[in-house]
C-alpha cells in the first residue's frame, strides 16, 4: 500500500481513501495539472492478472462514454513500474453506504428523490449500451447537495464487452446482497439487473436492511433465489402500498416481471397515484422476522423511558423503606 507523501507516476499520495475488492483508491495530487484527482491501484495480488487491466481499461472506456451529474468522471489511465493505474474526477461526497449507516430508515419522500436521481444515470448508461452490473451503496457517493454520483463500473457490461475472469477475485470484491437472480445463475444480465440492485438500495433506504438476509453467501443467495421480497407496507410504518407496490416490481425474480427500464420506474415515482397496486398480492411475502423495535423504532426510547421511570421509583422506595 502507498503512503501519505509518496510519488507514484506523476501523483503525490495525500490520502488513502478506500480499498476495494482489487484496488486501493488513493487520493492524490496531480503534479502536471496541479489538481487533486482519485488513484485507482490494483492490489498486488492482481497485477499481472490481464483481467485486472481489462477492467482498468473498461472503466476508463464507460467513463468518457458518458456524461451525467450521477456519473463520475474518467481522466486517464496509465502504467507506472509495471503496474496499470486509473485516474477519476475528485467528488467530494459520503459513501450511500455511511448515509445509509448514519441516516437510514429514512422517509419515503427522501428515499425516492434520491432512487429517482440514481435512476435517471442509469437510464443514461444504458441508452449508452452499457450496464453497471456491480450496483450497490459502496459504489456510490453522495454529495452536500444531495446529487449521487455512480463509481466504479469494472465490472460494467458493454456493447462490444467480452467475458473476463480475474484469476485472484474474491468474495470482497462484491456481496451478494444486490445481486439479481440472474447473475447468481451465471447469467451476464441486462439494464433489468441494474433495476433489481436500485430496489434492494430502495427497500434499504426505507427500512434499514436489505430485503434477503441469512447466515452466510450461500442462504442470501436462496433467498434471492427463492425468497418472496416482504410488503414494504405492512414492513414499516408510513409507506404506502403505493410505494410498496414500486419497491416489489422492481424486485421480481423474474426480469420479465420487473420495470422494463429505469425512465418507467421514475415515471411511477412521479405519478404514485397511477400506480397498479396488484403485485403486492401475489409477488410479495410476509413481513420480515426482523426485530420489532427495528421495524418501530419509536418504541425503543419510549420503553427506556419507562424502565428508566420504574427504577428510580423503585429506589425512592427503598431509601424510604430504609430511613423508617
Not at 483481467?51 to 468522471?73: D, G, K, N, W
Not at 456481496?175 to 447469467?187: K, N, R, S, V, W
Request: hydrophobic share 40%; proline share 6%; aromatic share 8%.
Amino acid at each position: 500500500m502507498l503512503q501519505i507523501g509518496d510519488q507514484f507516476d506523476h501523483f503525490q499520495i495525500r490520502q488513502h481513501i478506500a480499498q476495494g475488492g482489487m484496488s486501493d483508491i488513493y487520493r492524490a495530487y496531480d503534479l502536471l495539472s496541479g489538481k487533486e484527482i482519485v488513484l485507482k491501484v490494483p492490489d498486488k495480488m492482481t497485477i499481472g492478472d490481464p483481467a485486472q487491466y481489462e477492467r482498468f481499461q473498461r472503466e476508463l472506456e464507460v467513463m468518457h462514454t458518458l456524461s451525467h451529474p450521477a456519473i463520475q468522471r474518467g481522466l486517464g489511465s496509465g502504467r507506472f513500474n509495471n503496474t496499470p493505474y486509473l485516474v477519476t474526477e475528485l467528488i467530494d461526497g459520503e459513501s450511500m453506504r455511511d448515509y445509509m449507516r448514519r441516516a437510514a430508515p429514512v422517509s419515503p419522500e427522501t428515499a425516492a428523490a434520491l432512487i429517482r436521481k440514481i435512476a435517471e444515470g442509469l437510464a443514461h448508461c444504458h441508452d449508452h449500451g452499457i450496464v453497471h452490473r456491480d450496483l450497490k451503496p459502496e459504489n456510490i457517493l453522495i454529495t452536500s447537495d444531495g446529487q449521487p454520483v455512480i463509481l466504479d463500473f469494472g465490472l460494467a457490461l458493454t456493447k462490444h464487452a467480452h467475458r473476463v475472469t480475474y484469476a485472484n477475485l474474491s468474495g470482497a470484491a462484491g456481496t451478494p446482497d444486490y445481486m439479481a437472480p440472474e447473475q447468481i445463475e451465471g447469467q451476464r444480465g441486462d439494464k433489468r439487473t441494474d433495476l433489481y440492485a436500485l430496489g434492494t438500495m430502495f427497500y434499504e433506504l426505507l427500512t434499514g436492511r436489505t430485503p434477503f438476509s441469512g447466515d452466510n453467501t450461500l442462504a442470501i443467495m436462496a433467498q434471492h433465489l427463492k425468497g418472496l421480497v416482504p410488503r414494504l407496507d405492512r414492513e414499516q410504518p408510513g409507506i404506502s402500498s403505493k410505494l410498496a407496490a414500486v419497491v416489489a416490481r422492481s424486485l421480481q425474480r423474474d426480469p420479465d416481471d420487473r420495470y422494463p427500464d429505469m425512465l418507467t420506474l421514475v415515471h411511477d415515482l412521479d405519478h404514485l397515484d397511477e400506480v397498479d397496486e396488484s403485485i403486492l398480492e401475489h409477488a410479495t411475502g410476509p413481513a420480515s422476522a426482523a426485530p420489532f423495535w427495528r421495524r418501530f423504532p419509536f418504541v425503543l426510547p419510549i420503553g427506556f423511558a419507562v424502565l428508566l421511570l420504574l427504577a428510580m421509583i423503585l429506589l425512592a422506595f427503598g431509601l424510604q423503606t430504609l430511613h423508617k
